[in-house]
């Protein structure tokens, strides 16, 4: 009996012994994740024609920042887009109401299939480099027309929306006189 005992004891304690601490495992998953993060970093930049500040700024530029339009806080995000492929018939303007991003284009368009049958008849897919892919409802030329079709939207019970959708979308690479927003 003791050298059975015995022996799972020293089963045990070699099992015991190979395990990892949580905080181990936790700094090993963060190592690989920052690795990760750097080596697609890397491809960016290495697949990019832009200087180091220019990607700085505009990745810094990119996120959803909250602004006033028309005296109310939304958030506007900028970016510079291009209209998807297939999308006939459509003029992008600066100020885009849009509804949700995804990174594969199939989603994109099933959602917005799925908004002109709801009712958004003007929906359509813009796209980054990268590419993401945003779900814009109604394009216009000046920031309070956006927001009109934003609240429209975040309004809509019928619409599943997640934050930080609905948002306005400043396409800059889209000109026009009538760009402005003040940025709080």
Do not use: W
Request: aromatic letters at 8%.
């Amino acid at each position: 009996m003791n050298v059975k005992y015995l022996a799972v004891l020293t089963i045990a304690a070699a099992l015991l012994a190979g395990c990892r601490s949580a905080e181990q495992k936790h700094s090993d998953y963060t190592n690989a994740y920052k690795a990760t993060v750097k080596a697609i970093e890397k491809k960016h930049h290495d697949d990019n024609d832009l200087t180091d500040e220019e990607l700085l700024a505009m990745k810094q530029a990119s996120y959803p920042k909250f602004q006033t339009v028309a005296g109310e806080q939304v958030r506007v995000m900028n970016k510079f887009v291009k209209l998807s492929a297939e999308q006939e018939g459509v003029t992008l303007k600066r100020f885009n109401a849009v509804a949700a991003e995804f990174h594969q284009l199939f989603n994109a368009r099933s959602l917005a299939s799925r908004l002109r049958d709801a009712g958004y008849d003007g929906t359509f897919v813009v796209e980054t480099k990268e590419p993401i892919y945003y779900v814009v409802i109604a394009t216009t030329a000046t920031a309070e027309e956006a927001l009109e079709a934003v609240k429209r939207l975040a309004a809509d019970d019928k619409v599943v929306k997640k934050e930080p959708y609905p948002l306005i979308l400043n396409a800059g690479n889209v000109k026009n006189d009538n760009a402005s927003v003040a940025t709080k």
